[in-house]
C-alpha cells in the first residue's frame, strides 16, 4: 500500500510541477518576432525608386533644379509602373466610397505611396467585372491587406516634405490577389 501510495504521491508532485512550469512560461515577456513583412518584387521597385527620388532631390537645393528632377522621376514612374504587373501589394485600405455603380478606392503603402482609383461599372457586367465589382465594395477601410493593383497609366509624383503628403500617387484599382491577370 505505502508503493500505491509513493506512486500517486510522485504522479502528483509532476503534475503539480508541470503546472508550474507552465504557469512560469507564460508569463514570460513575449519573445521577439522577427519584423521583416514580405514584400513583393513590385512593391520593392516602387519603393527604391521613391527612396531613389528622395535622397536625388535631398542632393539639390535649388527649386528649379528640385522640379527638374520631379518631372525626370515622373518619367521614370511612368517607366515603371507600364512594364510591370503590380501584384501583391501590402497596403491599408483608407477609403471605400460606393455610389450606385461607382467605386472610389485610396490605399496606402507607407506614407510616401498611395494608391488612388474610382471605377465606373456598367448595368450589365460579366462574370469578371461583377466579380470585381462585389471585391471593391467589399474593401473595408482601415484594414490591412494584400492586393494586386491595375495601373491606369496615370500618376503624381511630389515633392517631399514634412506635411505627410504622399511622394507617389498612382492611379490604379485594386483586384484580388485570386483573380487571374487578363492578357
Not at 44 to 69: C, H, M, W
Not at 72 to 93: H, M, Q, W
Not at 112 to 134: C, G, N, P, Y
Amino acid at each position: 500500500m505505502t508503493t500505491d501510495r509513493q506512486s500517486l504521491m510522485t504522479k502528483l508532485f509532476k503534475t503539480i510541477f508541470i503546472f508550474c512550469l507552465f504557469i512560469y512560461s507564460c508569463q514570460q515577456s513575449p519573445k521577439k518576432v522577427d519584423t521583416k513583412v514580405y514584400t513583393s518584387i513590385p512593391q520593392r521597385q516602387i519603393q527604391y525608386l521613391v527612396d531613389t527620388f528622395k535622397s536625388a532631390i535631398g542632393n539639390e537645393k535649388q527649386p528649379n533644379e528640385q522640379d527638374s528632377l520631379r518631372i525626370k522621376f515622373a518619367y521614370k514612374f511612368y517607366d515603371l509602373l507600364s512594364n510591370i504587373y503590380i501584384d501583391s501589394i501590402r497596403v491599408r485600405i483608407d477609403t471605400v466610397l460606393v455610389e450606385n455603380l461607382t467605386v472610389t478606392t485610396v490605399f496606402h503603402c507607407n506614407n510616401e505611396i498611395f494608391f488612388r482609383s474610382s471605377l465606373t461599372f456598367m448595368k450589365k457586367m460579366d462574370a469578371r467585372q461583377d466579380t470585381l465589382f462585389r471585391f471593391m465594395k467589399g474593401l473595408k477601410p482601415g484594414l490591412d491587406t494584400v492586393v494586386n493593383f491595375a495601373y491606369i497609366g496615370n500618376h503624381e509624383v511630389r515633392l517631399p516634405n514634412s506635411n505627410g503628403i504622399p511622394i507617389i500617387k498612382i492611379f490604379a484599382f485594386p483586384t484580388p490577389i485570386w483573380l487571374p491577370k487578363k492578357e
